[in-house]
């Protein structure tokens, strides 16, 4: 599967962005989703995942900011990140597999499709 993730751009703090992953495979509703972020110089860290139940979960640090969902039709994740802040920036990639195990949602290594990552910058 094919994944573009796009929506990236630059937004001052307290800012809200969108970001979307699309993908190429007719059978996307099996996938889980996830949403992982590499800031410059930086590991790449766990943002969020979204299931294909549509059960969600978040990292703490974004917990209560961002909001995954996914429109099957569509063969879309989207991402709603709020109250931006500049630590947030950073190359924001998704990732998907459709079997990864609950345990392994935040894991990067579960995922084997990723997308090309947008940029997020946010300016304090």
């Known amino acids: 599967v094919q994944l573009q993730a796009s929506g990236g751009g630059l937004v001052q703090a307290g800012g809200s962005l969108r970001l979307s992953c699309a993908a190429s495979?007719?059978?996307?509703?099996?996938?889980?989703v996830a949403w992982f972020r590499q800031a410059p110089g930086k590991e790449r860290d766990f943002v969020g995942y979204?299931?294909?139940?549509?059960?969600?979960g978040y990292a703490e640090s974004l917990k209560g900011r961002c909001t995954i969902s996914r429109d099957n039709a569509k063969n879309t994740v989207y991402m709603q990140m709020n109250n931006l802040k500049p630590d947030d920036t950073a190359v924001y990639y998704c990732?998907?597999?459709?079997?990864?195990?609950?345990?392994?949602?935040?894991?990067?290594?579960?995922?084997?499709?990723w997308g090309q990552g947008t940029l997020v910058t946010v300016s304090s």
């Open positions: 990732a998907a597999d459709p079997s990864v195990i609950h345990s392994n949602l935040a894991s990067q290594h579960a995922y084997a499709c």
């Open positions: 979204i299931k294909s139940s549509r059960h969600t």
């Open positions: 495979r007719r059978t996307f509703r099996s996938l889980h």
